[in-house]
């Protein structure tokens, strides 16, 4: 957990033009990242204030296994919960983008019934217009 601490009080005191340049070091490593380069990557991708659903996913597979390479039960329990916090970070990006969609066809569904009502009004003008004025009964008065 020492680990993790330092990790921890190392970015909290970046800025985020150096924690962008961190993240864009470790990136570079590719797979010869160590287990610990793996967990500050995998951080500095959810730790931002709204990953995408991209930096969730690549932090998700980062954290994959981590937690059986620690002894330590609180390091574990926290790369467990950057797991959770990942993989619900995805969810969270799917059901915004399946929102984002419902409300486009939700708003195409209105103008559409904007459009019937349109015609509606328009076909009963023409009708009230065609039709044959009524005559009065007969043996009425004028």
Do not use: C, W
């Amino acid at each position: 957990m020492h680990a993790v601490a330092k990790m921890l009080r190392e970015i909290s005191a970046m800025s985020q033009a150096d924690a962008n340049l961190r993240q864009q070091q470790l990136q570079a490593l590719g797979p010869r990242r160590r287990p610990e380069q793996r967990l500050e990557l995998a951080y500095l991708l959810i730790a931002r204030a709204a990953p995408s659903s991209d930096e969730a996913s690549q932090a998700h597979e980062l954290l994959k296994g981590l937690d059986s390479l620690t002894e330590d039960r609180a390091s574990r329990q926290f790369i467990r919960v950057l797991q959770r916090l990942s993989r619900q970070t995805v969810e969270l990006a799917q059901a915004r983008g399946d929102l984002a969609k419902a409300n486009r066809k939700a708003a195409d569904l209105e103008d559409k019934i904007g459009q019937i009502k349109n015609l509606e009004v328009q076909l009963q003008g023409r009708t009230q217009e065609h039709a044959p004025k009524p005559t009065p009964p007969k043996g009425a008065v004028r």
